[in-house]
C-alpha cells in the first residue's frame, strides 16, 4: 500500500512498562510490546496484564497507538490458547497484533475481524507475492525483511496490497528472520519460539564472522518518507527505557524535520547504543565485510548512563464537572483527549454543622495521583447546592469511579467465541520425497527409489541422466529476481516437470501459476493445522513440516518430515564463503566453532549462503515410530554429500538400519 508523501509511523519497542512510558514520552507514535507469554522476546521482562492495560490507556491518552505481539510459532496444542489470549488483548483496547504464525493470522481474522493483524518479520516476507498472499489471510500490514534493499521496498510498497512497514534501527539477525535454526537445532533453545541463543555473535574460526553491527537508517530519512512505506520500526525489546527514549527521541526530531541525521546526531545514536558502529549495508546494497561488529568495552561504557535513565509518565490535564443537588446522586464528569464519562455516586446528605465548599471539592476531586491525570482545582466546575454535605470517601469514590470509566472506555466488547479444529488437509498416503542439490546425487539415488518417489533439483541445476519429478524454487525470490527465476522454472516446466517445491509464502502463487503443483519445504514454519490448512488453502498440495515439530506435534498436524538431512540452520543475504573463503571453495567451505562443530557453507542463489548443520538429521530406523505416529510420508534432503555417499546413506534408510555417523533425532519438546 503506497502512502506518498505521508509521514511514515514512529513505531518504538518496549520490554516493560517503563519503556513504553520512555517511548510515548520521546514521541513515538506507536510502541509495540509483548505479554508473559507468546512473544518473541521471552527474555525481556515484557508486560503482564495490568500493565498492558495501563499501556494501552496511556499511549491512547498522548495519541500513540498500542500494538502487542503474538510473533511465535504455536504447536497445534497452543493455537487456541493463543485465540483466546488474543480475545483478551482485543478487549483490553490493543491497536493491533503482531503475529508470525500464518494460522493464527487466519484463525484471528475469522474469529475477529475488528483486531488489526500485521504480520511479523518472522513470516518472512520479501516479495509482492508474499504479502499479498498474507493480507489474504488476513493481515492488514506486512513488516518486510531487513535483507531489502530501497530499490525491493519502494517496489512491494508500491505494488502490494497490505501496508508496508520496514525496520529503521536496531540489531540484525544475520539470517533471514524466520528461517533461523541454529540457536534451536544446535543450542536447544529456539529463536522461532523467542529464545534465541545468538549463536551468531559466537566466534567461528576464531572470529565473529556472523555478528552484524546494529541497523542505522537515521542518514536516510527523505528517502523513507519518500518510499512510501506505512512504519518505521525500532528493534530493541530487550533495551532499557533509556535506549528507547534516547533513539526515538532522535528518530522522531529527523521524521518531524524530514531531514538526515547529522554526524553529531549519529554519534548520538552510537553512544546510546553501538557494535563499533552502525551499518545500512542491506538498505543500500553495500554488503560487504564492513557490517560486521562486535561490542566493545567503550561501547558499553558509553552506554551505561543512558541505561541508568529512569522517566516518569506525564500527567494530562482533564476537565472536571461536578454537580451536588439534593435528593440525587452527585455526578461527576472527566473530559480527556477527546472523551468524557459521566459517573453518579452518593446521594449528598443535609449538612448537620459545616457545609460541603466548593473548595473543598474541587481540592479532593483533583486528588489524581496514581493515576496518568492532572487538573488545577481552580479549573474544576462545581455546581453544589447549599447546606448539603458529602463525606470525603464518597468523593474520593466519585474520583476513582470516574477515572475508571475513562479507562475502560480504552476497551472492546467482547466477542463470541467458538473453539474449534482444522482438519488435516494434507496426503496421508506413504510417500518417500528426495531433494538432491546436485544431478550426480540424483543419478546416484534414483535406481534405489521405490515406484511413485518423488524427486527434486534446483531449478537453476543443469539435469543430468535423471529427470527429476520436481524443481525447488530459491529459499528467496526478490521482486527483481523473479523475472529470472519464472523464465527458468518455464523451461523446466515445458520439459514435463509437474512439482515445485517452494520455501516461502510468496512463492505459492508464483509456482501455481506457472501450472506447477505445489508442495512447501520445512522453511514454511508449519507447526499446526491451522497454519497447514490456511496454506492449503493458499494453493499447497502438501508440505514437510517444521523440524522443530517433536513427532507426537507432527502428528497431530501430518504432513511430510524431513527424515534425513544436513539441514539448513541460517539463509544470508550475504556469501561468507567469498568473503571468508574465496569463490574457489564454493561447496567446499565450513566455519568451525569454539567446540571443533563444523557448519557446511552453501550458496544459495543468486550469491546468498546456506550455513547447514553438520550433524545431520536421521530417522531412518524410526520408521517404525514415525508409522504408528501416522507419520509415513518422508523427505530426505542430500546437499554437500557425494554421491556415493547419498546412495550409501539412502540404501540404509531404505533398509531401517542406523546411519554409520553421530546423527540428530527429531526433539522431543516444541
Not at 285 to 312: H, P, W, Y
Not at 360 to 381: E, N, S, Y
Request: a positive charge; charged letters at 20%; glycine letters at 10%.
Amino acid at each position: 500500500m503506497y502512502r506518498q508523501g505521508a509521514l511514515p509511523e514512529l513505531l518504538s519497542p518496549a520490554g516493560s512498562f517503563d519503556a513504553v512510558v520512555a517511548a510515548v514520552n520521546a514521541g513515538a507514535d506507536a510502541v509495540y510490546f509483548g505479554g508473559k507469554q507468546l512473544n518473541a522476546r521471552a527474555f525481556a521482562k515484557n508486560l503482564d496484564d495490568g500493565e498492558i492495560a495501563r499501556a494501552v490507556v496511556y499511549c491512547h491518552l498522548h495519541g500513540a497507538r498500542a500494538y502487542v505481539t503474538l510473533n511465535t510459532l504455536l504447536s497445534e496444542r497452543e493455537l487456541e490458547g493463543a485465540v483466546r489470549r488474543a480475545g483478551e488483548l482485543r478487549e483490553i483496547g490493543v491497536d493491533a497484533l503482531i503475529v508470525a504464525d500464518v494460522g493464527l493470522i487466519a484463525r484471528l481474522t475469522e474469529l475477529y475481524p475488528d483486531l488489526p493483524i500485521h504480520a511479523s518479520t518472522q513470516a518472512s516476507a520479501h516479495s509482492t507475492e508474499g504479502c499479498d498472499l498474507l493480507a489474504k489471510l488476513g493481515a492488514k500490514r506486512v513488516v518486510l525483511a531487513r535483507e531489502l534493499p530501497l530499490s525491493e521496498i519502494v517496489t512491494v510498497t508500491k505494488n502490494a496490497v497490505p501496508e508496508t512497514e520496514i525496520f529503521l534501527h536496531g540489531a540484525l539477525c544475520v539470517c533471514h528472520s524466520g528461517q533461523c535454526l541454529f540457536s534451536s537445532l544446535v543450542g536447544g533453545r529456539s529463536g522461532n519460539r523467542g529464545a534465541c541463543a545468538q549463536p551468531c555473535r559466537l566466534p567461528y574460526d576464531g572470529k565473529e564472522r556472523l555478528s552484524l553491527r546494529d541497523l542505522c537508517l537515521a542518514p536516510h530519512i527523505p528517502e523513507l518518507i519518500a518510499s512510501g512505506v506505512s512504519s518505521l520500526k525500532i528493534e530493541g525489546r530487550m533495551k532499557s527505557p533509556g535506549y528507547v527514549f534516547g533513539v526515538t527521541s532522535v528518530y522522531r526530531r529527523l521524521l518531524d524535520e524530514k531531514r538526515a541525521a547529522t554526524p553529531s546526531e549519529i554519534a548520538e545514536l552510537e553512544r546510546i547504543f553501538s557494535r563499533g558502529g552502525f551499518t545500512d549495508g542491506y538498505f543500500t546494497g553495500n554488503i560487504t565485510r564492513g557490517m560486521l561488529g562486535v561490542r566493545s568495552a567503550s561501547d558499553k561504557a558509553n552506554s551505561r548512563e543512558v541505561n541508568d535513565a529512569a522517566f516518569a509518565p506525564l500527567p494530562v490535564p482533564v476537565e472536571l464537572a461536578c454537580t451536588v443537588a439534593p435528593g440525587v446522586p452527585a455526578t461527576l464528569t472527566l473530559s480527556a483527549a477527546g472523551r468524557s464519562v459521566t459517573v453518579a455516586g452518593d446521594v449528598p446528605e443535609p449538612a448537620k454543622n459545616a457545609p460541603l465548599e466548593k473548595g473543598a471539592l474541587a481540592a479532593r476531586l483533583t486528588k489524581l495521583g496514581g493515576t496518568f491525570f492532572t487538573c488545577d482545582p481552580a479549573g474544576v466546575k462545581i455546581d453544589l447546592a447549599p447546606g448539603l454535605n458529602l463525606s470525603p470517601g464518597a468523593v474520593n469514590q466519585l474520583r476513582r469511579t470516574a477515572v475508571s470509566a475513562w479507562e475502560a472506555g480504552e476497551r472492546r466488547a467482547p466477542l463470541p467465541y467458538t473453539g474449534d479444529k482444522a482438519d488435516r488437509p494434507f496426503p496421508k498416503s506413504p510417500l518417500l520425497s528426495v531433494f538432491c542439490r546436485t544431478a550426480e546425487q540424483l543419478d546416484a539415488v534414483a535406481g534405489l527409489l521405490p515406484p511413485g518417489s518423488e524427486t527434486f533439483l534446483p531449478v537453476w541445476e543443469e539435469i543430468g541422466a535423471t529427470v527429476p519429478s520436481g524443481v525447488s524454487f530459491p529459499a528467496v525470490i526478490f521482486d527483481g529476481e523473479r523475472e529470472e527465476v519464472v523464465k527458468t522454472a518455464q523451461q523446466a516446466r515445458e520439459r514435463g516437470i509437474d512439482l515445485a517445491l517452494v520455501h516461502n509464502v510468496g512463492q505459492i502463487a508464483l509456482a501455481r501459476a506457472l501450472g506447477f503443483t505445489v508442495i512447501g519445504s520445512q522453511r514454511l514454519n508449519i507447526t499446526n493445522r491451522r497454519s497447514a490448512a490456511a496454506l492449503s488453502r493458499a494453493g499447497l498440495s502438501d508440505a514437510i513440516l517444521s523440524p522443530e515439530l517433536p513427532i507426537s506435534a507432527a502428528a497431530e498436524v501430518g504432513g511430510r518430515v524431513l527424515s534425513y538431512g544436513h539441514i539448513p540452520l541460517m539463509l544470508t543475504e550475504r556469501c561468507f564463503i567469498r568473503e571468508n573463503f574465496g569463490c574457489e571453495k564454493c561447496g567446499k567451505a565450513c566455519f568451525t566453532d569454539r567446540t571443533g562443530a563444523k557448519f557446511p557453507l552453501l550458496r544459495e542463489y543468486p550469491h546468498r549462503n546456506q550455513i547447514l548443520n553438520g550433524v545431520p538429521t536421521y530417522l531412518g530406523d524410526k520408521q517404525n515410530e514415525l508409522a504408528a505416529a501416522g507419520l509415513t510420508r518422508l523427505h530426505l534432503f542430500f546437499s554437500v554429500e557425494t554421491p556415493a555417499a547419498a546412495k550409501e546413506i539412502l540404501r540404509r534408510f531404505l533398509a531401517g538400519k542406523p546411519l554409520d555417523a553421530v546423527a540428530r533425532r527429531t526433539p522431543r519438546t516444541f
